[in-house]
């Protein structure tokens, strides 16, 4: 499976009509060269811009699912479109969306972990309840988003759900850079699966995104890593790996302590 993780960089100057057309079109750039294309989070208003949360939000089937929808189209790709600001019920949502390759949503995940230590996105977002998988030809794959890599009973509840490989956008800051790297190698080891984590780049509300985009291996090791400024990163997955690590290294097997959490499969 060929796989194509596009860390837009945010700038504060590009209205967000713009981006998502850049998006979109950085999207069906990828047609012939993947089968599945990942965004980052939060990347129509950025991550860190949470004065502009509330101005910026959209419905579910609001503007950005449309220019999504049509890329997936378009590019005959999945796509997993990063993550933007849903407004729902009166309440805010950090929601990512999963298309599948004739435009038709697989998937919407609303995030669990909110950051902000009781600032930002932790006080003006409402948390999302449900873990969610959607399947891929030959994998299955579990979402999560940025915060969420900090909390690996998120992704054990994944696994019983059936992942083989996570989808991690993320609007992460560079100066929390080796945590990133790190943990998108640790969720990999633990649960034998491959993780895709998708950050932006750019400079969100005067905070330096990270970039490095990273695909890591079942086994935790990295496939393909991007720079800071490099804007598309393409690696190739093979899904017969995550079932032969888990044969030759039978560890989750050893479970003793498991997972009670909700979970949900598809849109």
């Not at 502009?52 to 220019?67: D, H, N, W």
């Not at 929390?176 to 895709?196: G, I, S």
Request: a negative charge; one cysteine or more.
């Amino acid at each position: 499976m060929r796989a194509s993780l596009i860390q837009i960089a945010v700038d504060p100057d590009e209205p967000v009509h713009t981006r998502r057309a850049r998006a979109a079109r950085l999207v069906r750039a990828e047609s012939g060269h993947a089968d599945l294309v990942v965004l980052p989070e939060l990347w129509p208003v950025g991550a860190f811009a949470a004065d502009s949360f509330a101005a910026e939000a959209e419905p579910l089937r609001g503007p950005t699912y449309e220019a999504m929808s049509a890329a997936a189209r378009d590019a005959e790709v999945w796509l997993h479109a990063g993550s933007f600001v849903e407004a729902a019920g009166g309440s805010l949502y950090n929601t990512s969306l999963v298309f599948s390759p004739d435009g038709e949503l697989a998937a919407s995940y609303r995030k669990i972990h909110r950051f902000g230590f009781d600032e930002g996105e932790a006080v003006l977002m409402a948390a999302g309840e449900d873990l969610v998988t959607f399947d891929l030809p030959h994998l299955t794959a579990g979402v999560a988003t940025c915060y969420d890599l900090r909390f690996p009973e998120l992704f054990r509840g994944l696994v019983d759900a059936g992942a083989q490989a996570f989808v991690v956008p993320a609007g992460w800051p560079a100066r929390r850079l080796a945590h990133w790297t790190l943990l998108a190698r640790a969720r990999a080891v633990e649960n034998q699966a491959y993780v895709l984590a998708c950050g932006t780049a750019g400079t969100h509300a005067g905070v330096e995104q990270a970039g490095h985009s990273t695909v890591v291996d079942p086994w935790g090791e990295v496939l393909a890593e991007a720079g800071p400024g490099e804007e598309t990163l393409r690696a190739v997955l093979d899904p017969k790996k995550v079932a032969t690590t888990r044969e030759q290294f039978p560890a989750l097997k050893d479970r003793v302590l498991g997972v009670s959490a909700p979970r949900r499969t598809g849109a």
